[in-house]
């Protein structure tokens, strides 16, 4: 079936240390996004991509690095320069950029930061 | 700036009551796109709905139905005789341009107990 796999689920991080967050996408869409969510609020958008090899910067990219050199993968790397990493990640893609149309999601990882 | 405003953080509701989630939204555009999502328990956001701001007209889906009005910057949405598989946070959205970046409003969770 067609949809969007993140991974790992539940991950457990010391401070200082950085971790990568995978999301594949089997979908053929051209974008996608990834945005985090914190208890009781809405999602934020971290970084998106419309395109292969090309990213651009959300509203709360600091302390987070992605890069996009296939079409079905865009891996966010939450660093140690991230002040606040524990949070619900959320990875989404969409067919195109021009009508703005409905995101897929993925299942989401829930980084805790010890 | 763009923004979605969910004043009801929590509703707890009884079977097959009805209830109606509201959404309030911000936005200097004339051209405009307005999501629903539910989130279950699992995580990934699930597409409900998208209205462009151009389509005044009410929808019903089933159980579901949206009411929109630019008057009011509004785009309510309503379950008609609730079910315990409806509980989720649900989510109002916002995009303005052909990037389809969303803007989040906060999240109503709904509990519908039997």
């Known amino acids: 079936d067609g949809g969007i796999t993140q991974s790992p689920k539940y991950l457990f991080r010391k401070e200082g240390q950085n971790v990568t967050l995978s999301c594949e996408q089997n979908?053929?869409?051209?974008?996608m996004y990834w945005y985090r969510q914190d208890p009781g609020q809405g999602l934020r958008l971290i970084y998106y991509?419309?395109?292969?090899?090309?990213?651009q910067k959300g509203d709360i990219a600091e302390g987070y690095s992605v890069s996009r050199e296939k079409k079905e993968s865009f891996p966010l790397t939450v660093t140690s320069a991230q002040k606040n990493p524990t949070a619900f990640y959320l990875c989404?893609?969409?067919?195109?950029?021009?009508?703005?149309?409905?995101?897929?999601f993925g299942e989401g990882s829930r980084l805790t930061v010890l | 700036a763009q923004k979605v405003t969910q004043a009801q953080t929590e509703i707890s509701v009884v079977e097959k009551e009805d209830v109606t989630l509201d959404c309030v939204y911000e936005?200097?555009?004339?051209?405009?796109?307005l999501f629903w999502y539910k989130q279950p328990p699992s995580g990934e956001l699930v597409f409900l709905i998208r209205r462009n701001s151009f389509d005044e007209q009410n929808e019903i889906s089933g159980r579901y139905s949206w009411n929109f009005q630019k008057s009011t910057s509004s785009f309510n949405f309503t379950i008609t005789a609730s079910q315990v598989v409806d509980s989720a946070v649900y989510f109002c959205?916002?995009?303005?341009?052909?990037?389809?970046?969303?803007?989040f409003g906060g999240g109503t969770r709904l509990m519908v107990k039997p």
């Open positions: 936005t200097r555009d004339t051209t405009y796109y």
């Open positions: 989404a893609s969409c067919a195109g950029s021009g009508e703005t149309g409905e995101l897929f």
């Open positions: 979908l053929n869409h051209d974008a």
């Open positions: 991509s419309q395109i292969v090899n090309d990213f």
């Open positions: 959205a916002l995009s303005e341009n052909a990037g389809n970046m969303l803007t």
